[in-house]
T-cell receptor, first 115, second 112 residues
């Protein structure tokens, strides 16, 4: 498709379970970002990839969160031992990348609910 | 790291009136300031951005102003219409960092 695609759109899981969220960026975009958005708040930065490497993972809240982008395209955000506080919308975005920041194209998000 | 504060958190205006949203940032090295609009249940979308080498930028009914000395920037929407109702987010970034820091958002309601 033409836009950023995220799956699943909704995920309900139980506390302690493992979750994977997938992001398929716009073709040709080398930069990929994960943000987390809680209700009524702005997107909170988690991690940024330039190509296959995580250029900045300073926003990951703890070691239960991990993200990969093995071939420089699709990315997976992995959350281990989920907690109720992890409930949020996880937004993925992509951009052309490079030295100058440009427009971020967001996906529709994956809404995670931890019971 | 960068910290972006946004005010007000909610804004109600009559159709046809103007709306102004203000943001401050903390990192004087930031030089890219975009604004995103997020309709209910939808993805954030860029509506306008400004870089630190200009003080003002306009695009039809929306404009953004930047004061680097005071480290604040504002979004102005004129002749508001019901379809302007949404949550607006400001953000700031350093060109080489590529990590946008967002404000907390302003929920704008345009009353017909």
């Amino acid at each position: 498709g033409a836009g950023v695609s995220q799956t699943p759109s909704n995920k309900v899981t139980e506390k302690g379970k493992y979750v994977e969220l997938r992001c398929d960026p716009i073709s040709g975009h080398t930069a990929l970002y994960w943000y987390r958005q809680s209700l009524g708040q702005g997107p909170e930065f988690l991690i940024y990839f330039q190509g296959t490497g995580a250029a900045d993972d300073s926003g990951l809240p703890n070691d239960r969160f991990f993200a990969v982008r093995p071939e420089g395209s699709v990315s997976t955000l992995k959350i281990q031992r989920t907690e109720r506080g992890d409930s949020a919308v996880y937004l993925c975005a992509s951009s052309l990348g490079g030295q100058n920041t440009g427009e971020l194209f967001f996906g529709e998000g994956s809404r995670l609910t931890v019971l | 790291g960068e910290n972006v504060e946004q005010h007000p958190s909610t804004l109600s205006v009559q159709e046809g009136d103007s709306a102004v949203i203000k943001c401050t940032y903390s990192d004087s090295a930031s030089n890219y300031f975009p604004w995103y609009k997020q309709e209910l249940g939808k993805r954030p979308q860029l509506i306008i951005d400004i870089r630190s080498n200009v003080g003002e930028k306009k695009d039809q009914r929306i404009a953004v102003t930047l004061n680097k000395t005071a480290k604040h920037f504002s979004l102005h929407i004129t002749e508001t219409q019901p379809e302007d109702s949404a949550v607006y987010f400001c953000a700031a970034n350093k060109a080489a960092g590529n990590k946008l820091t967002f404000g907390g958002g302003t929920r704008v309601l345009v009353k017909p």
